[in-house]
T-cell receptor, first 109, second 114 residues
């Protein structure tokens, strides 16, 4: 079957760096998304990776290794507003979008 | 700015009632989606539509139907609500049907079926 694994919950300190991992086993691969979802709000797009390597967007970076079936989202200089759930989603060979359950990130002062 | 709106943020219905969830997007997107989001599970696709009056079943269509009479509006219908349909329902839209395209989500409707 198809599977995406993310930690259920993580805690980090304001100003620090946190890495949220996502591992996947899917039938083929056509890209990986990261979305951010604040409690009670809509998921919003953060990044899309289809090639191996690191892509940086301000305080947020996303890394992909297709050979390892692995991605991470790196958040630097954490702010309280970064408290949210982070959803990983993979596009499989049939162009179906497979979603992980999400990682709830708690930022402490 | 891209906007997807949903008719209700919170809804409480009784078992057996017919329930309508409405979604409107103002981006002239071709494609619209309905998901449900439950704790500990990833988003699950219920139905999607790639054009007016066109619909396709997603992963969990049982107990649901949809309607798309206008490009900007996509409705999810629970013909006879049951307690196991208590969930958060998210609507989304995208410009391309290609799943590599970014989806824009509404704020969600939290439905409770008693």
């Amino acid at each position: 079957g198809q599977n995406i694994d993310q930690p259920t919950e993580m805690t980090a300190t304001e100003g620090a760096i946190v890495q949220i991992n996502c591992t996947y086993q899917t039938s083929g691969f056509n890209g990986l998304f990261w979305y951010q979802q604040h409690a009670g709000e809509a998921p919003t797009f953060l990044s899309y990776n289809v090639l191996d390597g690191l892509e940086e967007k301000g305080r947020f970076s996303s890394f992909l290794s297709r050979s390892k079936g692995y991605s991470y989202l790196l958040l630097k200089e954490l702010q309280m507003k970064d408290s949210a759930s982070y959803l990983c989603a993979v596009v499989d060979s049939n162009y179906q979008l497979i979603w992980g359950a999400g990682t709830k990130l708690i930022i402490k002062p | 700015d891209v906007k997807v709106t949903q008719s209700s943020r919170y809804l409480v219905k009784r078992t057996g009632e017919k329930v309508f969830l409405e979604c409107v997007q103002d981006m002239d997107h071709e494609n619209m989606f309905w998901y449900r989001q439950d704790p500990g599970l990833g988003l699950r696709l219920i139905y999607f539509s790639y054009d007016v009056k066109m619909k396709e079943k997603g992963d969990i269509p049982e107990g649901y139907s949809v309607s798309r009479e206008k490009k900007e509006r996509f409705s999810l219908i629970l013909e006879s609500a049951s307690t196991n349909q208590t969930s958060m329902y998210l609507c989304a839209s995208s410009l391309r049907l290609d799943s590599t395209d970014t989806q824009y989500f509404g704020p969600g409707t939290r439905l409770t079926v008693l």
